[in-house]
């Protein structure tokens, strides 16, 4: 995978052939795939973790050190 900075350069580099509106969508587009991407990852870590729970823990003890 490209680092952060890469890929946000070039997808503000696709910025200068696309038209203003094709790049709103592209954006959106990205903003809404992140959101899902980071659900799906929510909800996939905590059934992997044995005895989480939404109410007790937060979701960052998921990525704890050791964890799993």
Not at 4 to 27: I, K, W
Not at 40 to 64: K, T
Request: proline share 3%; aromatic share 18%.
């Amino acid at each position: 995978a490209f680092p952060l900075s890469v890929a946000a350069v070039s997808f503000a580099f696709l910025g200068l052939f696309l038209s203003p509106t094709v790049f709103r969508t592209l954006y959106v587009m990205a903003g809404i795939a992140a959101v899902v991407v980071y659900v799906i990852g929510d909800l996939l870590s905590s059934f992997l973790y044995d005895g989480y729970s939404y109410l007790d823990q937060a979701i960052s003890e998921l990525s704890a050190f050791g964890c799993l």
